[in-house]
């Protein structure tokens, strides 16, 4: 009996044996879905050109957007900055293309661009935009992904999608972030999202109560105080005295937090929106920007618009800041040193805002665009006044209590809101 035992127990093992290779062969070639985001480079030679007015050009693939005086000015992304005379809301001019390689971000001051090119900071004279003239050029100013000994700068990521066999033998088995030859790979399950937010290696002007003919959305990068100009190049904020515009001259580079993305100008304060957080920095000395307090919050990417005592901060899922979590939230600001949460609203995929007396507009991207009424601040769910379904949008201007631009994918819009429970538009720019 113990002989039979003993045996049957033999061929129990070398069974469990074959089906535990078996198991494990089938996970040594497990398939797995990644977002492959491949990096796109490009020479100081074909960037550092003086910028051209070109006649023409349609819009194709939208970035931030400004205002000044008559004129919205809008990104196309990495390309250079669409002009469009809008006197006549209903029917906006397109009068030009200001080609400026790499630009993403922009800010205007007394016929005074200033602009991103890639790594560096152009001063341009746009009192006649046919003829820019080009005042100054500060190399270096974004220095994050340039490469000077190589005399390249690293522009963005393209993404695509990757679906193979992953031998357990390789060394990113299982890994749900890797990186194989200069590209990087996120695992499509865990990331969240097929094609996440990355349209450039920086993400995202503003005015908050600064009442001047120059205004920004809030996903923006450049911002204006006074006689200085204010950028973030992803970790830090820098500062520059603009009040001889043919020279900026930089005052001060002071080291924020990795990843900031958006910077807003409110009363005597910067708010800048983080992935980790808003960090709140003091303009009592504008050539030298202090530290003053922070919010903390989950792993996101997330503009800032300030009204009053409330700061409201917008996270999305779907982005370099592997987030999954899709919200508002309301802080009080009251004491500037000590930000506390008043309440989190859970939204569909929240991107840019704007906020007007009582009312928060808010891009919702894919979703669209909504309307909150803010006076009560622990309801803002429960006190929605309209959503527009049917477009695109990713970042909003107020213009005053009857106006409102918005941003999209699919081209700019403007409203009439004096009724802000049903929204009427004026007129649609598109992309073509």
């Given at each position: 009996m113990k002989a039979i035992s003993l045996f049957r127990l033999l061929v129990l093992l070398v069974l469990t044996s074959l089906m535990l290779n078996s198991c494990f062969d089938e996970l040594c070639n497990n398939t797995q879905s990644y977002v492959r985001l491949d990096p796109v480079y490009v020479e100081t030679s074909e960037y550092r050109i003086d910028p051209v007015f070109q006649d023409g050009r349609a819009l194709q693939n939208t970035g931030k957007f400004y205002l000044y005086n008559q004129f919205i000015l809008i990104n196309e992304l990495r390309e250079g900055i669409h002009i469009l005379d809008n006197r006549n809301p209903?029917?906006?001019e397109h009068l030009g293309f200001l080609k400026i390689p790499g630009n993403l971000d922009m800010a205007v001051k007394e016929n005074?661009?200033?602009?991103?090119?890639?790594?560096d900071l152009l001063a341009i004279d746009i009192s006649d935009w046919r003829q820019p003239e080009l005042l100054c050029r500060e190399e270096g100013t974004f220095p994050n992904q340039f490469f000077p000994e190589e005399g390249r700068y690293l522009s963005h990521y393209v993404s695509s999608a990757v679906t193979e066999e992953v031998d357990c033998n390789n060394p990113n088995f299982g890994d749900l972030l890797f990186s194989e030859g200069g590209s990087v790979f996120f695992d499509s399950q865990a990331l969240g999202a097929a094609s996440p937010d990355f349209n450039g290696v920086p993400v995202s002007t503003n005015t908050g109560n600064n009442q001047q003919a120059s205004i920004g959305g809030s996903l923006a990068r450049f911002t204006l105080s006074g006689d200085h100009l204010y950028v973030i190049n992803e970790k830090e904020l820098v500062a520059f005295d603009i009040r001889h515009a043919e020279k900026p001259v930089e005052t001060q580079s002071t080291h924020v937090a990795e990843?900031?993305?958006?910077?807003?100008?409110?009363?005597?304060?910067?708010?800048?929106?983080?992935?980790?957080?808003?960090?709140?920095?003091?303009?009592?000395?504008?050539?030298?920007?202090?530290?003053?307090?922070?919010f903390r919050h989950a792993q996101a990417c997330d503009p800032v618009f300030v009204q009053d005592d409330v700061a409201f901060v917008t996270l999305r899922d779907g982005t370099a800041c592997q987030n999954f979590i899709n919200q508002l939230d309301v802080v009080d600001i009251s004491d500037i040193r000590n930000p506390s949460l008043i309440k989190t609203f859970p939204m569909d995929h929240p991107h840019g805002l704007s906020v007007r007396d009582n009312e928060l507009y808010l891009c919702e991207g894919t979703h669209g665009l909504k309307v909150f009424d803010v006076r009560d601040l622990e309801e803002i769910d429960d006190n929605q006044l309209d959503h527009i379904r049917e477009m695109h949008a990713f970042d909003v201007i107020s213009l005053n209590t009857e106006h409102l631009l918005v941003i999209g994918q699919d081209g700019l819009y403007q409203f009439n809101t004096s009724d802000p429970s049903g929204l009427k538009q004026i007129s649609f720019f598109p992309v073509e």
């Amino acid at each position: 009996m113990k002989a039979i035992s003993l045996f049957r127990l033999l061929v129990l093992l070398v069974l469990t044996s074959l089906m535990l290779n078996s198991c494990f062969d089938e996970l040594c070639n497990n398939t797995q879905s990644y977002v492959r985001l491949d990096p796109v480079y490009v020479e100081t030679s074909e960037y550092r050109i003086d910028p051209v007015f070109q006649d023409g050009r349609a819009l194709q693939n939208t970035g931030k957007f400004y205002l000044y005086n008559q004129f919205i000015l809008i990104n196309e992304l990495r390309e250079g900055i669409h002009i469009l005379d809008n006197r006549n809301p209903a029917q906006p001019e397109h009068l030009g293309f200001l080609k400026i390689p790499g630009n993403l971000d922009m800010a205007v001051k007394e016929n005074v661009l200033y602009a991103d090119n890639y790594s560096d900071l152009l001063a341009i004279d746009i009192s006649d935009w046919r003829q820019p003239e080009l005042l100054c050029r500060e190399e270096g100013t974004f220095p994050n992904q340039f490469f000077p000994e190589e005399g390249r700068y690293l522009s963005h990521y393209v993404s695509s999608a990757v679906t193979e066999e992953v031998d357990c033998n390789n060394p990113n088995f299982g890994d749900l972030l890797f990186s194989e030859g200069g590209s990087v790979f996120f695992d499509s399950q865990a990331l969240g999202a097929a094609s996440p937010d990355f349209n450039g290696v920086p993400v995202s002007t503003n005015t908050g109560n600064n009442q001047q003919a120059s205004i920004g959305g809030s996903l923006a990068r450049f911002t204006l105080s006074g006689d200085h100009l204010y950028v973030i190049n992803e970790k830090e904020l820098v500062a520059f005295d603009i009040r001889h515009a043919e020279k900026p001259v930089e005052t001060q580079s002071t080291h924020v937090a990795e990843g900031i993305e958006t910077v807003f100008p409110y009363g005597e304060h910067l708010f800048i929106g983080a992935n980790d957080g808003m960090y709140i920095y003091s303009l009592a000395n504008p050539q030298s920007p202090r530290y003053v307090s922070e919010f903390r919050h989950a792993q996101a990417c997330d503009p800032v618009f300030v009204q009053d005592d409330v700061a409201f901060v917008t996270l999305r899922d779907g982005t370099a800041c592997q987030n999954f979590i899709n919200q508002l939230d309301v802080v009080d600001i009251s004491d500037i040193r000590n930000p506390s949460l008043i309440k989190t609203f859970p939204m569909d995929h929240p991107h840019g805002l704007s906020v007007r007396d009582n009312e928060l507009y808010l891009c919702e991207g894919t979703h669209g665009l909504k309307v909150f009424d803010v006076r009560d601040l622990e309801e803002i769910d429960d006190n929605q006044l309209d959503h527009i379904r049917e477009m695109h949008a990713f970042d909003v201007i107020s213009l005053n209590t009857e106006h409102l631009l918005v941003i999209g994918q699919d081209g700019l819009y403007q409203f009439n809101t004096s009724d802000p429970s049903g929204l009427k538009q004026i007129s649609f720019f598109p992309v073509e």
